[in-house]
């Protein structure tokens, strides 16, 4: 089983609704949640971090947490096409351990 | 200001050549790391260094050594290179891993491998 799962997409969504990416991890003991955006031939940037049940809201994004079911989500309201990239959910144990990624398109 | 830079952004060499990669950090962070990313896009650990000393060791071939010369800097070697370490390269700097839960990771801009 992997430690990090997300669904690799592509998912595709329309300008202006909301995108919704899903993160399930394995280890129980996991304290930190980080979600990543990653243009293709870029780096991956930090977008959110939360590490309390329930829901951290910035700005467009708001990250949910759920550690009895082990699943960390992230929606972005109000898509826009520069929304497109790569979202890479990550937990900390000892080290951050990444799943593979969720590639999301934001049609015009 | 580039926060954390790596040389060089692209590597094309033959298979069997011993290749370096360079990384600087000038956040001021203790905490050091190399990731290789795939074709695939997974982003995986390879080492980090914590004010020059190792913390994490993934199982990595012997091939690839680490390097910090002092806490801003983290170098990969890798002797011998095949055809399967062709991937990105990510150096990665933080506050310091083992303090805080939150610790968030700043990534540099990848250099591309490419093993002929």
């Known amino acids: 089983q992997k430690e990090v799962e997300q669904n690799s997409g592509p998912l595709s969504v329309p300008e202006g609704a909301i995108a919704s990416l899903n993160c399930t991890y394995s280890?129980?003991?996991?304290?930190?949640f980080f979600w990543y955006r990653q243009y293709s031939g870029k780096s991956p940037e930090l977008i959110m971090f939360?590490?309390?049940?329930g829901d951290k809201e910035d700005g467009r994004f708001t990250a949910q947490l759920n550690k009895a079911s082990q699943y960390v989500s992230l929606l972005i309201r109000d898509s826009q096409p520069s929304d497109s990239a790569t979202y890479l959910c990550?937990?900390?144990?000892?080290?951050?351990?990444f799943g593979q990624g969720t590639r999301l398109t934001i049609n015009p | 200001d580039t926060a954390v830079s790596q040389t060089p952004k692209y590597l094309v060499t033959q298979m069997g050549n011993d290749k370096s990669i360079k990384c600087e950090q000038n956040?001021?962070?203790?905490?050091m790391y190399w990731y290789k990313q795939d074709s695939k896009k997974f982003l995986k650990i390879m080492f980090s260094?914590?004010?020059?000393?190792?913390?994490i060791n993934e199982t990595v071939p012997n091939r690839f050594s680490p390097k910090s010369p002092d806490k801003a800097h983290l170098n990969l070697h890798i002797n011998s290179l095949e055809l399967g370490d062709s991937a990105v390269y990510f150096c990665?700097?933080?506050?310091?891993?083992?303090?805080?839960?939150?610790?968030?990771?700043?990534f540099g801009p990848g250099t591309r491998l490419t093993v002929l």
């Open positions: 260094y914590n004010n020059k000393e190792l913390i």
């Open positions: 939360i590490y309390s049940n």
């Open positions: 956040l001021g962070h203790d905490t």
């Open positions: 990665a700097s933080s506050q310091d891993i083992r303090v805080q839960s939150t610790d968030t990771q700043y």
């Open positions: 280890d129980r003991g996991s304290q930190s």
């Open positions: 990550a937990v900390k144990e000892e080290k951050l351990v």
